[in-house]
């Protein structure tokens, strides 16, 4: 086996188990784009790194107030 092609199925799996599980917390895809950063940090199974990323994917214009 490849190792850097298991471990990226690792990462994939890891979103999938983040999203559905974002969605089951939030229950809509709506709820989540309107969560700010310190929500979704406090979802379960959510990293900090996670987090900032699905913030950022909603709110793109907000990008310097992450940082």
Same mark, same amino acid.
């Given at each position: 086996?490849?190792? #850097?092609? @298991?471990?990226?199925?690792?990462? !994939?799996?890891?979103?999938? !188990?983040?999203?559905? @599980?974002?969605?089951? #917390?939030?229950? /809509?895809?709506? %709820?989540? @784009? %309107?969560?700010?950063?310190?929500?979704?940090? %406090?979802?379960?199974?959510? /990293?900090? +790194?996670?987090?900032?990323? !699905?913030?950022? #994917? #909603?709110?793109?214009? +907000?990008? %310097?107030?992450?940082?």
């Amino acid at each position: 086996r490849d190792y #850097y092609a @298991s471990r990226g199925l690792g990462d !994939v799996y890891k979103r999938q !188990v983040r999203a559905r @599980s974002l969605l089951k #917390y939030f229950r /809509t895809i709506e %709820n989540i @784009s %309107n969560a700010d950063l310190a929500e979704l940090e %406090n979802a379960p199974k959510m /990293t900090k +790194d996670a987090a900032l990323a !699905v913030y950022k #994917y #909603y709110h793109p214009q +907000d990008e %310097n107030k992450t940082e």
